[in-house]
T-cell receptor, first 113, second 113 residues
Framework: DQQVKQNSPSLSVQEGRISILNCDYT??????FLWYKKYPAEGPTFLIS?????DKNEDGRFTVFLNKSAKHLSLHIVPSQPGDSAVYFC????????????FGTGTQLKVEL | KAGVTQTPRYLIKTRGQQVTLSCSPI?????VSWYQQTPGQGLQFLFE???????NKGNFPGRFSGRQFSNSRSEMNVSTLELGDSALYLC????????????FGPGTRLTVL
């Protein structure tokens, strides 16, 4: 049972444009969400997080939106840069589960010149 | 501040052997979690330790075990290795025990022949 889903395995965007990565979850107990970026054979790098008491969090070029009623979150990257090309994972946790993260399957982002 | 370190980075074992992987968290972090990444199952939670106590455990067989020392360093052990245990094993540390950012190490690539 995939509790966190990233339905787009890949996304291609032109440099300078907006990248929008989407994530859906089914477990209503999830109350903390994170986005990570990952290169092959490396550990995930933390990008941005959001608590369920908020619906938006912004950090530089990265903005995460949370729609609790739809159980949906998205990551916006503006402007996209070639160095952003990587696999992006969304992850979720619930307070009762401590730091246990449930990850989505990832979206491969390619930013083209 | 130094990041999460994992040793060794690469390991080759044969079926039936056992292996121990090591993780040193970011200084001051007392929560350490372990994850397994495989192409088929993605990133899956193994277990979490805080103050030398296992707080949470994922859905893995008893062959997978771990421990945490008083200096917060952690080890995970896999006994009676199977071919399917070939994976990237990732360690993550955080300051708090819930709703906190987890920072990942580079991982240990385990290959079971």
């Amino acid at each position: 049972d995939q509790q966190v889903k990233q339905n787009s395995p890949s996304l291609s965007v032109q440099e300078g444009r907006i990248s929008i990565l989407n994530c859906d979850y089914t477990n209503s107990m999830f109350d903390y969400f994170l986005w990570y970026k990952k290169y092959p054979a490396e550990g995930p790098t933390f990008l941005i997080s959001i608590s369920s008491i908020k619906d938006k969090n912004e950090d530089g070029r990265f903005t995460v939106f949370l729609n609790k009623s739809a159980k949906h979150l998205s990551l916006h990257i503006v402007p996209s840069q070639p160095g952003d090309s990587a696999v992006y994972f969304c992850a979720a946790s619930d307070t009762g589960g401590g730091n246990k993260l449930t990850f989505g399957t990832g979206t491969q982002l390619k930013v083209e010149l | 501040k130094a990041g999460v370190t994992q040793t060794p980075r690469y390991l080759i074992k044969t079926r039936g052997q056992q292996v121990t992987l090591s993780c040193s968290p970011i200084s001051g972090h007392r929560s350490v979690s372990w994850y397994q990444q495989t192409p088929g199952q993605g990133l899956q939670f193994l277990f979490e330790y805080f103050s030398e106590t296992q707080r949470n455990k994922g859905n893995f067989p008893g062959r997978f075990s771990g421990r945490q020392f008083s200096n917060s360093r952690s080890e995970m052990n896999v006994s009676t290795l199977e071919l399917g245990d070939s994976a990237l094993y990732l360690c993550a540390s955080s300051l708090l025990t819930t709703q906190d950012t987890q920072y990942f190490g580079p991982g240990t690539r385990l290959t079971v022949l």
